[in-house]
């Protein structure tokens, strides 16, 4: 309405700058993707992007089609001065739980890169690494070089999702990419839970409770869910 002040973030390089100007040179982006899956690996992805190389029309990863994060990723890759891509497994994500198995794939991740960074842009959260780090609250959706580590995580984990849609094509996992479908949960009713399920997730675990089939999971790990 005419009057009224658009609510949609702006996604800049304004922390870059300011990062910039308190003379850091490498600021990495990071952010994760599939923290509300209930099947694999959560991925994180930490990218230094290169101002004078910038990739045009980065945001949130969730407001791009399919076909145009795959674009800015490959764009991404080329144009960055450094980017890397890291995971926590199901198994970690279950012995330690979700929060901390993000933030152990972003320290990974941030650890892979070459150049090392000596600044972090974070989303959400702060990470376990004796770094100088914002944590900016939809920082995907603000931040370009968080933005493109969303990008380059989601890219990475879909296609982990159609690969092991081919292993385990009972569950639809190219489709709905691990999370709480309707085709998902009931594929789980059918099917148990395969051995890369959370177990340490509810829908997983009363499913797998239901069928009389043992947990992998400490007690305190299935109650953090």
Known sequence: MAGQRST?????????????????????????????SLFGSVFAAAVILDPERPVHGLRDSK???PDQR?????????????????????????????????RLAMRRA???????????????????????????????????????ASILAKVDRDSSMREWDRVYPQYGLARHKGYPTVEHLEALALYGAANEHRFSYAPVREIVSARGLGLRIPAEAAETR
């Open 8 to 36: 949609r973030l702006r996604c800049t390089a304004h922390f870059e700058r300011e990062a910039r100007g308190e003379g850091f040179l490498y600021i990495a982006g990071v952010d994760e993707a599939g923290r509300g």
């Open 63 to 65: 407001q791009l089609t």
């Open 70 to 102: 795959e674009e800015l990723s490959a764009e991404i890759r080329e144009r960055a001065m450094a980017w890397a891509v890291a995971t926590a497994d199901a198994a970690e994500i279950d012995r330690i739980n979700i929060l901390e198995a993000s």
């Open 110 to 148: 941030i650890e892979k890169l070459n150049p090392p960074a000596d600044y972090l842009l974070v989303d959400a959260v702060r990470v376990d690494l004796p770094l100088p780090q914002q944590a900016l609250i939809k920082g995907d959706a603000r931040c370009q070089s968080i933005a493109a």
